[in-house]
């Protein structure tokens, strides 16, 4: 390896994982370039600005065991704050039965996703709990930087429902509720949590979630027994490769499911691969690969987010 090649791994926003993908499709150089330029160590005001007019962030988190899970956390607008640039208070805990509730200590790698579904503009905020309580927490931010608005389905917010909390919980296993099954069938938006090797170093190391999205039922469950997987395409987009970058070093996934019209959950977490060149591709129309995810522990929360949104505007992103 010649000297610009170790100081550009040394200075490189990138960590290995994204470097190896990013190479393997061809993408190195350019996103190096781009990199350096989009990912900053701060947020800049547009971005502080964004995360407290929304009404819900997604959150990225790991468990005891290493494992990465996808959560959603509601909130009126407002309950996010930035008092300086690295800084994201959010006055609200996590829902009851949410692995986050555990996940979230001080130190920790926790990644958030900033999301308006009217506008499709998404913000992205990496970095370590520097606190947290049973009213909320702060994130040191390590990492900020924006997003396209691809694949995201255009939703208008209305009255709220009253919220039950009924929570189905199931630890250790794969097997879904019909319930679930039927979330997953309709879903056309998720989130995805993964997570570096060296997730707890920070800086380019950490968690990472992002949005997932498709024509309605584009997340294909296969059942065998007891076991169950995903299989989910993945579109072209930024060619960061945060996510694909994470699972080559550390072959682990958690997704959020969302059904918009009931304001149920359905979070889970197991073991991931990406499948890059295979004939099942074709099932996916304009898919570049699929995600696979294997799942080990799912959560199934039931009525918990309390507004109510629009179907989406069209089928069309």
Aim: proline share 6%; glycine share 12%; aromatic share 6%.
């Amino acid at each position: 390896m010649n000297e610009r090649a170790v100081v550009d791994e040394v200075s490189s926003a990138f960590h290995a994982g994204e470097r190896a993908v990013q190479q393997r499709l061809g993408v190195r150089e350019r996103m190096e370039r781009g990199g350096r330029r989009l990912i900053r160590d701060a947020m800049p005001d547009e971005h502080r600005e964004f995360f407290e007019l929304l009404p819900f962030l997604v959150l990225g988190s790991l468990d005891g065991a290493g494992r990465p899970w996808a959560s959603l956390l509601p909130g009126e607008p407002g309950f996010v704050t930035s008092p300086h640039s690295r800084s994201l208070m959010v006055a609200a805990s996590a829902l009851p039965g949410d692995p986050l509730r555990d996940n979230l200590r001080t130190g920790a790698p926790l990644a958030v996703l900033g999301i308006q579904l009217e506008t499709r503009r998404r913000n992205r905020a990496n970095g370590r709990v520097l606190w947290s309580n049973e009213r909320g927490f702060e994130l040191g931010v390590e990492q900020s930087f924006g997003n396209c608005k691809k694949y995201i389905h255009v939703r208008t917010r209305a009255e709220p429902r009253p919220v039950s909390g009924a929570l189905e919980h199931v630890e250790g296993g794969s097997r879904l509720s019909p319930r679930a099954v039927a979330l997953l069938g309709g879903c056309d938006t998720a989130f995805l949590a993964t997570a570096s090797a060296n997730a707890w170093q920070g800086g380019r190391e950490g968690v990472d979630v992002s949005h997932r999205g498709g024509p309605r039922g584009f997340i294909l469950l296969e059942r065998n027994g007891e076991r169950a997987r995903l299989a989910l395409p993945d579109y072209a987009g930024n060619n960061m490769f945060n996510s694909f970058g994470n699972i080559e070093v550390n072959p682990r996934a958690g997704l959020v499911a969302v059904d918009f019209s009931t304001g149920d959950l359905l979070s889970l977490t197991g073991s991931a691969r990406v499948l890059w060149d295979l004939p099942e591709l074709a099932r996916f129309p304009g898919a570049e690969r699929l995600l696979e995810v294997e799942i080990e522990a799912h959560v199934l929360l039931r009525a918990v987010l309390r507004d109510v949104w629009s179907g989406p505007a069209s089928e069309e992103l």
